[in-house]
């Protein structure tokens, strides 16, 4: 006689749980890096937008067309 193994039983939900379970952890952390990105580029550009750097920033750009800030390409991500 030879002795079979049975695999362990265990609920067919188990696995869809465990995919679920990833899924919500790695959308959590790429919400909390985003976030923190998104916290220090604003203080960064709160930093740089004084009336000086207005200033130097419109004489760096006087005589040209348009504002830098304002191009097709920095309207794209908004």
């Known amino acids: 006689m030879s002795a079979t193994a049975h695999p362990a039983k265990y609920p067919k939900f ?3 749980l465990a995919v679920a379970g990833t899924v919500a952890a ?3 952390y790429i919400t ?3 976030s923190l ?7 960064r550009f709160a ?6 750097s207005e200033a130097k920033r419109r004489k760096t750009f006087e ?5 830098p800030r ?6 794209l991500g908004r």
């Open 26 to 28: 790695v959308t959590a």
């Open 14 to 16: 188990l696995p869809a």
């Open 32 to 34: 909390s890096q985003l």
């Open 47 to 52: 930093q740089a937008t004084s009336p000086e």
């Open 70 to 75: 304002e191009s097709i390409y920095n309207r």
């Open 63 to 67: 005589g040209t067309n348009s504002d």
């Open 37 to 43: 990105y998104r916290n220090v580029m604003d203080s």
